[in-house]
Structures are given as structure tokens and as C-alpha cells.
């Protein structure tokens, strides 16, 4: 549980931190009940803790229902407290357990906001940059695409007879682009690509063209690589997911640290001392 409840409090914050609730100075109010003032970002802490779908949406989109969940929430609540509930052990235990989850989680948003300096994320980069396995094989390759596996044959066989593979593919290739790139796709990583198309270019070595057609959604392609090569991610592209890291690691860090100063008892599900 421990495990699951991290997951989720780094997803939220990293998403609080990236796109969540506006500043003070850009957060107007949206509503007044019962004199009491409803600001937008009141709607956006909303949004955030909805299914990932509305939460990709502009907040425009789903401003009306939001505003009158809100709205409703308020009036709910003031109704509760007319009818005294918050007096209640159960709803007192409640407000307790929420205000410890609210402070765990600003402090977690805190930290994490406090270690994503530019300088910690470019000492990760590099960390991970010097390990096995970091830099990405990628093929130059060329195409050329046919609408049947007949036709895809006969280039194939062409090709063998010594045509040539840009000529052809301005020549015969329903792409488009073929007609000012002769076919080239320039660089690509195995994942940015097809699995049929990706499988065939990555198994053929500089110079080699594909035995037979490789058919996807897009018809039939005939391939020839041209040059292989390992590259390195960017920064740019690897932020995302340092972010993330760096934001666990800190996290790891912090309830560590906490864990080794408190002093803490734990028993059996049934309340019962634990045996030695």
C-alpha cells in the first residue's frame, strides 16, 4: 500500500506542479455562496482528481458542470455544519485523516518542487547518459509503397536486376513524399515506426532491401536501409521521465529519512501485539 499510495501522490504532484491550479494573481472568482468567495483554481484542484479523460480537457469544456459541483459541495458542507455533523466523532476522525493527507501531500509537493532544479535534472542526465544501454539504435532507411504485394514484387525484382532504388521510388511509390525525398524517412527508432515496417528495416543491415513485401495499414512497402547508427536521447527528451525519478527519489528519500527518526509501533490486523 505504501508502494501505491507514492505512485499516486507523485502523479498528482508532478501534475499539480506542471499544470495545476493557477496563481493567485491569474485565479478571479467564479462564484459567491452564501457570501463566500469560489475561485477558479477551486475548479481546477477539482478537475485534477478526475478520470485522466476530463482531466486532458480545457477547463472551458467542463467549466459549467465543475462550477456547479463546486457550488453544490459548498452548500452540502454549510448544510452539514448548520445541522452540527462536524461535531461528530466519525466526521471529526474524517477531517483529522483529511488535513494529515493535505499536509503529507504539500509537503511532498514542497520538496519535490525544492530538488527539480535545473542542476539536479542535468546530473541525472549525465548519470544516466554514462550507463549501458542509454544511446538508441536508429536506421536511415528508404521506402517505397505500393498499393499490392504484386506490384511490390516486381520492384523487388527490378531492384535485383540493378534499378535504382530513388529513381523507382519517384517512379512507382504511392507516398507522397517520395517525390521530393526519393523514398529517404531519414533516421527513425524502432518504436516511432510501424511493427511490421520496424521489425523488417531493423533486421536488415546498410545497403540490404527486403526480400519479400512488408504489408501494413498503409500498404505494401518495399525497405533498404542505408545506414545504421546508436544516438544518444536529448535532455529535451529524457525530462519527463527525470522528472519523474528525480521526484521519486526524493520522495524515497524524505520517508526514509522520517521512518529512521520516528518512533513507530506496529501490530497484528486485529490489534494484537506482533511476535518477535
Not at 31 to 58: D, I, K
Not at 176 to 190: E, I, K, M, T, V
Not at 193 to 207: D, I, K, S
Not at 214 to 242: C, D, M, N, Y
Amino acid at each position: 500500500m505504501g508502494t501505491i499510495r507514492a505512485s499516486l501522490s507523485l502523479a498528482l504532484l508532478l501534475g499539480w506542479m506542471t499544470g495545476g491550479p493557477a496563481a493567485a494573481a491569474d485565479d478571479p472568482v467564479v462564484a459567491v455562496v452564501e457570501g463566500e468567495q469560489v475561485r477558479r483554481s477551486e475548479l481546477e484542484a477539482v478537475q485534477a482528481q478526475l478520470p485522466e479523460q476530463y482531466r486532458q480537457l480545457p477547463l472551458a469544456m467542463i467549466y459549467e458542470p465543475l462550477l456547479a459541483r463546486v457550488i453544490d459541495r459548498r452548500l452540502l458542507a454549510r448544510e452539514a455544519e448548520r445541522r452540527k455533523l462536524d461535531a461528530r466523532p466519525e466526521v471529526q476522525e474524517a477531517l483529522a485523516r483529511a488535513r494529515r493527507e493535505i499536509l503529507g501531500d504539500h509537503l511532498l509537493e514542497v520538496t519535490i518542487g525544492e530538488a527539480l532544479t535545473p542542476e539536479r535534472l542535468q546530473q541525472a542526465y549525465a548519470v544516466a547518459r554514462a550507463q549501458p544501454g542509454f544511446a538508441v539504435e536508429e536506421v536511415r532507411a528508404r521506402h517505397i509503397l505500393l498499393k499490392t504485394e504484386a506490384e511490390a514484387k516486381e520492384v523487388i525484382t527490378a531492384l535485383s536486376r540493378g534499378a535504382d532504388f530513388a529513381e523507382l521510388a519517384k517512379e512507382r511509390s504511392i507516398d507522397p513524399s517520395a517525390q521530393q525525398n526519393d523514398g529517404d524517412l531519414g533516421f527513425f527508432r524502432r518504436d516511432t515506426m510501424v511493427e511490421p515496417f520496424a521489425e523488417a528495416a531493423f533486421a536488415l543491415e546498410p545497403g540490404q532491401i527486403t526480400r519479400e513485401p512488408v504489408q501494413t495499414r498503409f500498404g505494401w512497402h518495399v525497405i533498404r536501409v542505408e545506414e545504421r547508427r546508436s544516438a544518444a536521447p536529448t535532455f529535451e527528451e529524457k525530462e519527463p521521465e527525470l522528472k519523474e525519478q528525480v521526484a521519486r527519489e526524493t520522495i524515497n528519500a524524505l520517508v526514509a529519512e522520517l521512518r529512521a527518526k520516528a518512533k513507530v509501533q506496529r501490530f497484528a490486523i486485529d490489534g494484537s501485539p506482533k511476535p518477535n
